[in-house]
């Protein structure tokens, strides 16, 4: 069996195994938001795992190998993006905005300081967009059609994991910033990453959130990828650093509009563009990199 998919198979066993366990009724109560985290992963792994192994079906009767499943991933990268195109939309429309701030509101993800009928009474249809908008909106796009290549680069030159390598060293990333900057934050650095845009944010989650992520991505890299332990950590960091970039660049647009999440599809995470938006500037750039010198 191939590396990609042991990985792939591996990977749902313990995440199944997470949500499983922390879906004990005690465990459930003591970390609710935590369950609601777990949960939202395996229904996103599980979609794109799914449609992962399908994809790499062989079909033999020809003189090579081909893969007649591939349009499966292309659809669910083109479902990504509807579904983020939707959620962009959804913030410039003055009135669904308001239905997603009450939404928001009722489930306790956005606070009610600011009544938001008050706040966002219409005055006109949608609002007038900035340079912010467009460049979010810009860069979503981006990240859809790189997506769409990388994934057909990769299947051309049969080195099907690095799809795999670059999708999980961005989710990796996430996950250590995110438990660095709860057992280190404010410990080294008393001012935030960026305090106006995103406050949560602490520069020692960053540091060493991206380095912690970056060595854990490139011994994955050495499973998945042709990349030697170098280049793969060379790779990895770059996606840790870019990741955080995205990251801050989804929280000023969703700032800009004064919204906590973009949405409530994935509970615990938000909106689809909440989940994705750590892969805005990394894959885009990683896969221009390998196409060129891959």
């Not at 792939?8 to 499983?20: E, K, N, Q, Y």
């Not at 599980?46 to 992962?52: F, H, K, Q, R, T």
């Not at 790499?56 to 349009?71: E, M, Y």
């Not at 960053?206 to 030697?228: E, K, Q, V």
Request: proline residues 3%; contains cysteine; charged residues 15%.
């Amino acid at each position: 069996m191939a590396t990609d998919t042991l990985f792939v198979i591996g990977l749902m066993i313990v995440v199944s195994l997470t949500w499983g366990t922390l879906a004990i009724p005690s465990l459930r109560k003591r970390l609710p938001k935590i369950y609601l985290i777990a949960r939202s992963w395996w229904l996103m792994l599980a979609a794109l795992c799914i449609c992962y192994l399908i994809a790499k079906i062989t079909n033999n009767a020809q003189q090579f190998q081909s893969h007649p499943h591939q349009w499966l991933l292309i659809a669910f990268f083109i479902l990504i993006g509807l579904r983020g195109s939707y959620e962009i939309k959804r913030l410039w429309c003055i009135d669904s905005k308001l239905r997603l701030i009450l939404k928001l509101q009722a489930c306790g993800l956005q606070a009610k300081s600011i009544s938001a009928e008050k706040k966002l009474k219409p005055t006109n249809s949608y609002t007038r967009l900035n340079l912010l908008d467009l460049l979010f909106s810009a860069a979503f796009i981006l990240l859809i059609i790189s997506l769409i290549a990388l994934q057909q680069l990769a299947w051309q030159r049969e080195q099907y994991g690095v799809l795999l390598f670059v999708l999980f060293a961005s989710q990796f990333n996430d996950i250590a910033q995110y438990l660095c900057g709860r057992l280190l934050g404010g410990k080294l650095f008393k001012r935030g990453l960026a305090p106006n845009i995103s406050p949560n944010k602490s520069i020692e989650g960053a540091i060493f959130g991206s380095i912690f992520a970056a060595l854990l991505a490139s011994l994955l890299g050495i499973w998945l990828t042709p990349f030697d332990w170098s280049l793969g950590l060379l790779a990895a960091y770059g996606l840790a650093v870019s990741g955080i970039a995205g990251d801050l660049l989804e929280s000023a647009f969703k700032r800009q509009h004064g919204v906590k999440d973009t949405g409530t599809l994935l509970a615990g995470h938000g909106g689809v563009l909440d989940r994705i938006d750590s892969l805005m500037i990394g894959v885009p750039l990683f896969t221009l990199l390998y196409w060129l010198f891959g």
